[in-house]
């Protein structure tokens, strides 16, 4: 018993501070046990910088690659490979997090706007990596590969599907645009297909991840559209 009560007033103290000080942190006075922790209150502007780091740390690992020539025998096509697989992932994340908020995890949908603007980023990279290695700035071989490749056209036409979310994704661009805001950000389905297809298109005889990610998407945008047609008009 005994030892069990230091233990907790080690605990305490190592989370307020010391066991005789009054508790800097609100959530510690009348807890006698770990599960204080769960109600310490991260302020909300140091919770938005940790995802804003979490979300830079594949762009940090690629520089610290880079800067250290260790992106393999091709770097080109390992950065494009690498920057489209997240801007994947980040579509895939953000369209989880309503289906999460809805099962009472609003991790995710409290910061949506900094995911999008990450996917959105890391997309944006890989279409200025395809620009300098693939048509070299040139708009005339920009046109002709979107004429002759169908996964470069998809690829670009996700690209500009997500262009409108980002511009408007400031508080301002919602109270502006009232509804159409919601309609204009609908635009994540058609981005997120096209997105696969383009997948799809590359994945050549290694269908593995484009069937995965295939079925994950599948299964985000039913729920969205069960989700808009139970909602009541
Ligand atoms: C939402 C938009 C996009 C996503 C999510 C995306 C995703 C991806 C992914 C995951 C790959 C690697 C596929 C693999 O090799 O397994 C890839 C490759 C590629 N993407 Fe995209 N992409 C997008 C937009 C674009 C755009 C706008 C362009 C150019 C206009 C483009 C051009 C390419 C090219 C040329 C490759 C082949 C790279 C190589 O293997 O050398 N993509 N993309």
């Known amino acids: 018993m005994a030892t069990r009560s230091r233990w907790q007033a080690f605990t305490r103290a190592w989370i307020c501070g010391s066991s005789t000080e009054p508790p800097r942190i609100s959530a510690c006075g009348d807890a006698t046990n770990l599960s204080v922790l769960t109600k310490v209150k991260v302020p909300s502007w140091c919770a938005t910088i940790a995802v804003i780091t979490l979300c830079l740390l594949p762009l940090a690992q690629l520089a610290f690659q880079l800067a250290f020539e260790d992106l393999g025998p091709d ?7 690498s920057t489209g697989e997240w801007g994947l992932r980040g579509l895939a994340i953000v369209l989880l997090a309503a289906p999460l908020a809805q099962r009472g995890w609003r991790g995710l949908f409290r910061y949506r706007r900094v995911l999008g603007l990450s996917l959105f980023f890391y997309v944006s990279l890989h279409f200025l990596l395809f620009a300098q290695v693939y048509v070299d700035w040139s708009g005339a071989l920009l046109v002709e590969e979107l004429k002759e490749r169908p996964y470069v056209l998809v690829g670009f036409s996700a690209w500009l599907a997500l262009l409108p979310l980002t511009l408007t994704s400031t508080d301002r661009s919602r109270r502006a645009l009232g509804r159409r805001w ?24 290694d269908l593995g991840e484009a069937l995965v990610y295939g079925l994950a998407f599948a299964a985000l945008l039913l729920w969205r559209f069960r989700r808009a047609q139970l909602r009541p008009r």
């Open 75 to 81: 770097p080109a096509k390992l950065l494009m490979q």
């Open 182 to 205: 919601r309609q204009l950000h609908r635009l994540i389905y058609p981005a997120t297909v096209l997105a696969w297809l383009h997948l799809f298109w590359l994945a050549r005889s």
